[in-house]
């Protein structure tokens, strides 16, 4: 079982940036595809970024693209999120996940990180 933990998250003006982290337990995480899903108040779990195990393939969603990039570090078992340009409905939980495909829908996604607080500032 892959255990994650998120971290990075916190409060930013708009236009500001952000890195998100999020580091696995153990080696198995190479093995996996790894996605970046949030969730804001009143809303539904929304697909933010997506990288093969491989790190060669990326995913993102219309929100996000040309301002988030997704990468990630198999030496270090850690996947990161590049937030530039955030703006105020930036606002969310942000959770990272593992699975065996790349995909954009959550119940894809078999571990799950705790989530971090990404809050952006008018």
């Known amino acids: 079982q892959v255990q994650l933990v998120e971290s990075g998250g916190g409060l930013v003006q708009a236009g500001g940036s952000l890195r998100l982290s999020c580091a696995a337990s153990d080696r198995t995480f190479r093995n996996y595809n790894m996605g970046w899903f949030r969730r804001a108040p009143g809303k539904e779990r929304e697909f933010v970024a997506g990288?093969?195990?491989?790190?060669?393939?990326?995913k993102y969603g219309d929100s996000v693209k040309e301002r988030f990039t997704v990468s990630r570090d198999n030496a270090k078992n850690t996947v990161y999120l590049q937030m530039d340009s955030l703006e105020p409905d930036d606002t969310a939980v942000y959770y990272c996940?593992?699975?065996?495909?790349?995909?954009?829908?959550?119940?894809?996604?078999?571990?799950w990180g705790q989530g971090t607080q990404v809050t952006v500032s008018s």
């Open positions: 990288i093969s195990w491989s790190g060669y393939t990326t």
């Open positions: 996940a593992a699975a065996v495909s790349l995909a954009v829908v959550a119940r894809y996604y078999e571990y």
